[in-house]
């Protein structure tokens, strides 16, 4: 079975690094992903420099990447200026992920707008996207809970994707921003999402989670269990939320590749060339990251028996 693997490291892990990462680096770790075999790789985000100055180079990050024919290249945006901005590039993504927040106050931490002010722009978010050639698709954050107002009812949930759907969106995201959710959880509210609005095609809803508590791909399983296809993750486990307190790390992508892959699913992705990826952050960000494969190698990487079972 195929399960489609995206990126997002880049966008929602550097985005979080003390240390702004250089534009140059940001384009030779997206080129590098480039050609791992990955699905989607989201590289920047079109938000106020302001607001994330780690993103400030998004014009620059899109024109010095190579378009690997294949990759789909995401940008992130959180309102019509975001779309605006996006469309004005000259090196304009394929795709373009809004994001609306299920908890209300989430959403206005995150992108300093009520659910209401959110609701109103996505039609023009969707038109102007659309109209300069753009997909568009939605992340639906703290889908699974919110650091702020706790459990989200599964009603919001459904609401939402239903006004998603009607909107026109080209895919839809439920993002476990903060690592609040746990196995069951995804699986009895994403058949349940799935039951009431099928998927029109494998791409069209991906899960987001967070390690944050250590469940992140134990929700994948459960998540592949409940119907979807395609899951974000972060090279190394880099990430979290600017505005989110305590939401560190998105999962793995080489530790959930390197899970799915052993359990007979294929992800289209060379692991080994994922994993040199990887190796590399740590001197990029100037710190250790939560990998756990880039350091225990993979999992039928053999290794030399001792000394004592060589002699008799
Ligand atoms: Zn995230």
């Given at each position: ?42 590289v ?17 990050v ?5 378009r690997?024919?294949?990759v ?15 469309a ?9 992920n ?6 209300e106050t ?19 978010m ?57 196995p ?93 990826v ?5 001197a ?29």
């Amino acid at each position: 079975m195929r399960i489609h693997i995206n990126d997002v490291a880049v966008r929602d892990g550097f985005q979080i690094e003390k240390a702004f990462v250089p534009t140059a680096t940001k384009v030779e770790v997206i080129n590098q992903l480039s050609r791992t075999g990955l699905h989607k790789i989201e590289v920047t985000s079109f938000v106020s420099p302001k607001a994330v100055p780690a993103l400030a180079d998004a014009d620059e990050v899109l024109r010095g990447i190579d378009r690997v024919p294949g990759v789909v290249y995401v940008a992130l945006v959180p309102n019509v200026r975001g779309v605006q901005n996006a469309a004005a590039t000259a090196a304009k993504p394929d795709e373009l992920n809004a994001v609306v927040s299920a908890s209300e106050t989430h959403n206005r931490a995150n992108i300093n707008r009520t659910h209401e002010q959110s609701l109103e722009e996505l039609p023009t978010m969707v038109k102007v996207a659309h109209g300069a050639g753009m997909k568009i698709t939605m992340s639906l954050s703290t889908t699974f809970g919110c650091p702020f107002e706790g459990h989200v009812h599964e009603d919001v949930v459904l609401d939402f994707v239903r006004r998603f759907r009607d909107l026109g969106f080209d895919g839809i995201s439920l993002a476990d921003t903060t690592g609040m959710a746990n196995p069951r959880q995804v699986r009895e509210l994403v058949r349940k999402v799935l039951e009431k609005f099928p998927a029109p095609d494998d791409n069209y809803y991906t899960l987001h989670f967070h390690n944050t508590r250590g469940m992140g791909l134990a929700n994948v399983v459960a998540g592949i269990d409940a119907g979807v296809r395609s899951f974000d993750g972060s090279i190394s486990g880099l990430g979290g939320c600017p505005f989110a307190p305590g939401a560190t790390g998105n999962i793995c992508t080489e530790d959930m590749v390197n899970m799915l892959e052993d359990m007979g699913y294929d992800t289209r992705v060379d692991l080994a060339k994922l994993l040199a990826v990887a190796r590399r952050i740590p001197a990029v960000v100037g710190h250790d990251v939560p990998g756990q494969v880039m350091k225990a190698g993979q999992t039928l990487e053999l290794h030399d028996p001792p000394e004592f079972a060589r002699t008799r």
